[in-house]
Nanobody, 123 residues
Framework: VQLQASGGGLVQAGGSLRLPCVAS????????MGWFRQAPGKEREFVGQ????????YYADSVKGRFTISRDNAKKTMFLQMNSLKPQDTAVYYC?????????????????WGQGTLVTVSS
């Protein structure tokens, strides 16, 4: 499966952005889908993951209550709704796909990656 994330941009603190991740190829519904982010000079970190049918969604503590992951299997698209954005949310955001059930927060467990989209939150 090939993934393409988009929707990044510049937003003020407290604002919102919605990032889509569009997949091409077959069997999108067979993959657990995740979001990661990487800030300048830092390692890539887990943001969240949604299950194959859209249930079983998990979030990093740093975004819990502010970010929401959803997916539309018919459209082969996953979304990351980001609200109450903070300057520390500034990063390149990546979507990823895996068939591995465990280790959802480990980037090494994901087979396919999108190219990333930059989100910049100004104070």
């Amino acid at each position: 499966v090939q993934l393409q994330a988009s929707g990044g941009g510049l937003v003020q603190a407290g604002g919102s952005l919605r990032l889509p991740c569009v997949a091409s190829g077959s069997n999108f519904r067979n993959y657990f889908m995740g979001w990661f982010r990487q800030a300048p000079g830092k390692e890539r970190e887990f943001v969240g993951q949604t299950g194959r049918s859209g249930g079983g969604t998990y979030y990093a503590d740093s975004v819990k209550g502010r970010f929401t992951i959803s997916r539309d299997n018919a459209k082969k698209t996953m979304f990351l709704q980001m609200n109450s954005l903070k300057p520390q949310d500034t990063a390149v955001y990546y979507c990823a796909a895996t068939t591995v059930v465990s280790g959802r927060d480990q980037a090494v467990n994901y087979h396919y990656w999108g190219q990333g989209t930059l989100v910049t939150v100004s104070s």
